[in-house]
C-alpha cells in the first residue's frame, strides 16, 4: 500500500507564487505516475499537470502551461507543483494522486482522468486573495 501526502497549501496574493509538495511512503516502487488536480466548491476535480516518475512524459492543462510546472527532479518518493502568476480563479483544494504501476500501456487521455489514480493525498487549500 502507498500513502500519499500534500503540503505546503495556504494563502497567497494575486499574481503571486507558491509551491506544493507531495511524498509518498510504502510501496512506492509501484508508481509509474504522478498528477496534480484541483476541485474548487461546486466545481468538477480537474487535472492541472502529470509526469511520469521517470519524467519523460508530462502533460499540463491549457490554463495552467506556462505557470505551473511540475520539476523533473520528481521521482518515486516525491513531486512538488510550482505555481506561478496565481489568481483567484486558481483558489481551490489541491490534490496530488499516483498511478499503480499495472503492466499495461496507459493511453494519454487516461492518465488526465481521475479514476486511473490508486493512491490520493488528502488535499491541500489553496486561496489566492485579490
Known amino acids: 500500500q502507498v500513502q500519499v501526502m500534500e503540503s505546503g497549501g495556504g494563502s497567497v496574493e494575486d499574481g503571486g507564487s507558491l509551491s506544493l509538495s507531495c511524498t509518498a511512503s510504502g510501496a512506492t516502487s509501484n508508481i509509474d505516475f504522478w498528477a496534480w488536480f484541483r476541485q474548487a466548491p461546486g466545481k468538477k476535480r480537474e487535472v492541472l499537470a502529470t509526469?511520469?516518475?521517470?519524467?519523460?512524459?508530462?502533460y499540463y492543462r491549457d490554463s495552467v502551461r506556462g505557470r505551473f510546472t511540475i520539476p523533473r527532479d520528481t521521482d518515486k518518493y516525491t513531486t512538488f507543483l510550482r505555481m506561478g502568476t496565481v489568481t483567484p480563479e486558481d483558489s481551490a483544494v489541491y490534490y496530488c494522486a499516483a498511478r499503480r504501476t499495472t503492466g499495461t500501456l496507459v493511453t494519454d487521455d487516461q492518465l488526465l482522468e481521475v479514476a486511473t489514480y490508486d493512491y490520493w493525498g488528502q488535499g491541500t487549500q489553496v486561496t489566492v486573495s485579490s
Open positions: 509526469i511520469s516518475t521517470s519524467a519523460a512524459w508530462s
